[in-house]
C-alpha cells in the first residue's frame, strides 16, 4: 500500500518525505484559490493531453447530475478494461526542455511510477528518444504515441502548493533531477479523468470542491488517490459518508480498486459501507433470496457481522456454501474462495457438532482447512465456560472473530450422549442477563436442536404469567421438532446453578410421552416472581450468565 499520509496539510506522520519537509508546513485550511493558473503567482506551467478515450464519449457520466451510481460503476469498469489492454505501451517522448509524465504507462525501473497498479500507472522518462524511433508509429512499442490527443489544457501552476499537498508532485519537483528543474510538464491523461484531475488541482490550492453528486466525487476520488493527494481522500470520503447511502453505494464504495480501499483516508467510508449493509440484512431470513444475489464485497460484510440475526451458525454455514457453489462453479475456484475469503467468516465453534461432521466431508473445503477448523471448533466446545468467555474476549480484539458469539435466534448450546446403559444426553444452555430480560413481559428464546434417539428436541426460555399468582416468571420447555405420529417415552429432569454452591441443582422432574410438535416444561422454574429473578442480587447469575441443564433418558 502507498504512503498516502504525506499531505503537509494533515497530521505528520513518520513517512520519510514528511521528515524532510517538516519545516515547510502550511496552514491546513489555507486557500489558495486566488493563485490557482495564475501566472503571477506560480513558478511552473503544466501541460494536460487529453487523450481519445476509445468507443465512448468524452464527458464523463458523473458530470451528468441525473447519473445513477450503478451506470457511473458499469461505465468505470469499462474504461478501466480499455486501459489495461493498452498498457503493453512503453516510455513515450521526453520533448526538449519539456518534462513530460504520461498517467497511462507503468513504471517498473525509475522507482517515480504511481504504486496504484488497479488504476493507470505513471511513468517518466529521463531521457529522450531519437526522432527515428519516435516516429516509428507503425511500432506496437509506441501504440500510445498514435493515440489521438484531443485537446490540450495549459495552466500556471506553483510548485510549492502542489508538492505540499501530494507526493507524486514532490517527487516530481523536488528529487534533485534534472527534470525538477524544469519549468515544464507535460501530463497524459484520458479524457473520461479530465474533469476529475480539474477538480482535483482546484481542491489542491482552495481545499474545498464544488461537485457534490456521488459519482463524480468517486471520480475525484480515484483521481486523488492516482496523484497521491491523502487530503483530497479523506474530503471526499467525508462528504461520501455524509450522503445517503443505499446497498449499491455501499457495494460500490467496497469494490474500489485495492489502492483505494488500502487508503487510511478511505477507512471511514469503508466502514460505514461495511455497517450499513450489516444493519439492513442484519436480520438474515427477511433477505434470504437478496443476500444470494450480493457480490463478495457484500457477503463479507454482512456475515462478519456480531449482531447478525441468524437462526444458528448452521444457516450461515449452508448460505455461504450455497452462494459459493452459485458464483464459483468451478471446485478449484470455490476452494480457494472459501479457504481465503470466506471460511473465517463462519463461527465454526457455534456450530452443532451433527454439522460439523458434514464440514470434515465437504468436498467444497480443502481437506485440510475442514480438519483444522473442526478440530478447533471441537476443542472450543470442549472448554469450560469461563474459558470459553476468555477466548472470546481476546478474539473481539482481532479481525478473526470466529469464537465471538452472534445474535443466535437458535441458542448454542453444549450436549454430552451416552448410548449405554440407556439412550441419555445432558444438554447445557446457558443465557445472558440482558437475554432473559428480553424476554419480559410474553418473550421466549430457543437453543438450537439437539437428538436423542434419532429425534430432533429443543429447550425454550420462558417469561410467563403464572396462573395462580398472577406475576410474571420464568419457566423453561423441553419439545420435540419432529412432527408426526411418531410417541417418543422421555424422562428428563431441569436444573440450574445458583451463586450459593455454583452447583446445578434439580428445578424440576417428569416423564412425558411425546409425539409430533408438543413440548412439556414448568411455567416457574424458581418459584419466585420475575422481579426477583431477574434482580442484580438475583442467586441464578453468575457473571452475568444464567446456567440452565437438562437431562433427557429414554424410557425402557
Known amino acids: 500500500m502507498k504512503n498516502l499520509g504525506s499531505d503537509l496539510f494533515d497530521p505528520p506522520t513518520t513517512s520519510t518525505m514528511e521528515s524532510d519537509c517538516s519545516n515547510d508546513v502550511v496552514p491546513r485550511d489555507a486557500d489558495f ?8 503567482f506560480s513558478d511552473r506551467t503544466l501541460r494536460i493531453e487529453i487523450l481519445a478515450d476509445d468507443n465512448s464519449p468524452e464527458t464523463l457520466p458523473g458530470d451528468d447530475v441525473s447519473q445513477s451510481l450503478s ?9 478501466r478494461e480499455d486501459v489495461v489492454k493498452k498498457e503493453n505501451a512503453v516510455d513515450v517522448d521526453v520533448i526538449e526542455e519539456e518534462q513530460i509524465v504520461d498517467c497511462n504507462q507503468p513504471d517498473t525501473e525509475d522507482g517515480f511510477g504511481c504504486e496504484n497498479e488497479d488504476e493507470d500507472g505513471v511513468a517518466m522518462v529521463e531521457e529522450a528518444k531519437s526522432g527515428n524511433e519516435a516516429a516509428n508509429c507503425n511500432d506496437s512499442n509506441w501504440s500510445m504515441e498514435c493515440t489521438t490527443v484531443l485537446r490540450t489544457i495549459t495552466l500556471h501552476i506553483s510548485s510549492p502548493i502542489l508538492a505540499a499537498k501530494s507526493p507524486f508532485f514532490y517527487k516530481l519537483f523536488s528529487n534533485g533531477m534534472r527534470e525538477s528543474e524544469q519549468r515544464n510538464v507535460t501530463l497524459r491523461i484520458n479524457a473520461y479523468e479530465e474533469a476529475a484531475l480539474m477538480d482535483l488541482l482546484n481542491y489542491m490550492y482552495s481545499n474545498t470542491l464544488k461537485v457534490t453528486t456521488a459519482p463524480a466525487l468517486l471520480d475525484v476520488l480515484m483521481a486523488a488517490d492516482k496523484f497521491e493527494v491523502a487530503s483530497c481522500m479523506r474530503y ?27 487508503a487510511e483516508a478511505v477507512q471511514p467510508l469503508t466502514d460505514s459501507a461495511k455497517q450499513f449493509l450489516a ?7 427477511k433477505f434470504t433470496e437478496e443476500i444470494m444475489h450480493l457480490p463478495l464485497a457484500g457477503i463479507e460484510a454482512i456475515f462478519s457481522c456480531d449482531d447478525l440475526q ?7 454455514y449452508d448460505m455461504i456454501l450455497k452462494w459459493s457453489r452459485a ?3 468451478e471446485l478449484e475456484e470455490r476452494q480457494e474462495i472459501l479457504g481465503s475469503r470466506l471460511s473465517h467468516l463462519i463461527r465454526f465453534p457455534y456450530m452443532s457438532c451433527r454439522k460439523l461432521k458434514k464440514v470434515l466431508t465437504c468436498i467444497d473445503f480443502d481437506h485440510d482447512l475442514a480438519s483444522k477448523i473442526v478440530l478447533e471448533a471441537l476443542f472450543f466446545k470442549a472448554e469450560a465456560p469461563h474459558r470459553q ?37 445432558v444438554v447445557y444452555l446457558d443465557l445472558k442477563r440482558e437475554e432473559c430480560a428480553n424476554l419480559f413481559p410474553s418473550g421466549r428464546v430457543y437453543s438450537q436442536v439437539f437428538h436423542l434417539g434419532g429425534q430432533g428436541f429443543f429447550l425454550s426460555a420462558h417469561c410467563n404469567l403464572d396462573q395462580q399468582s398472577s406475576f410474571h416468571c420464568f419457566g423453561l420447555f423441553l419439545g420435540m421438532q419432529e412432527k408426526g405420529s411418531v410417541s417418543f417415552p422421555v424422562e428428563y429432569e431441569f436444573a440450574a446453578r445458583s451463586k450459593a454452591t455454583e452447583e446445578y441443582t434439580s428445578k424440576y422432574k417428569g416423564n412425558y410421552t411425546f409425539t409430533g410438535g408438543k413440548a412439556v416444561g414448568y411455567r416457574n422454574l424458581f418459584g419466585i416472581p420475575w422481579t426477583d429473578f431477574i434482580s442484580d442480587d438475583s442467586q441464578y447469575f453468575i457473571n452475568g450468565v444464567l446456567h440452565l441443564r437438562a437431562e433427557l433418558t429414554i424410557r425402557q
Open 327 to 329: 458464483y464459483y462453479p
Open 279 to 285: 444493519v439492513r440484512y442484519r436480520d438474515v431470513s
Open 310 to 316: 441468524v437462526a444458528s451458525e448452521d444457516l450461515v
Open 71 to 79: 451506470d457511473w460503476a458499469r461505465h468505470r469498469k469499462r474504461r
Open 236 to 262: 471526499c470520503s467525508r462528504l461520501l459518508r455524509n450522503l445517503p447511502m443505499t446497498p449499491d453505494s455501499a457495494l460500490l464504495y467496497l469494490e474500489l480498486p485495492s489502492s483505494v480501499l488500502m
Open 33 to 40: 484559490g486566488f493563485a490557482f493558473n495564475d501566472s503571477n
Open 389 to 425: 468467555r476468555i477466548l472470546a474476549a481476546e478474539e473481539s480484539l482481532n479481525t478473526n472473530r470466529r469464537y465471538v458469539e452472534r445474535a443466535y435466534k437458535y441458542r448454542p448450546i453444549k450436549v454430552i450422549e451416552f448410548e449405554l446403559p440407556r439412550q441419555q444426553c
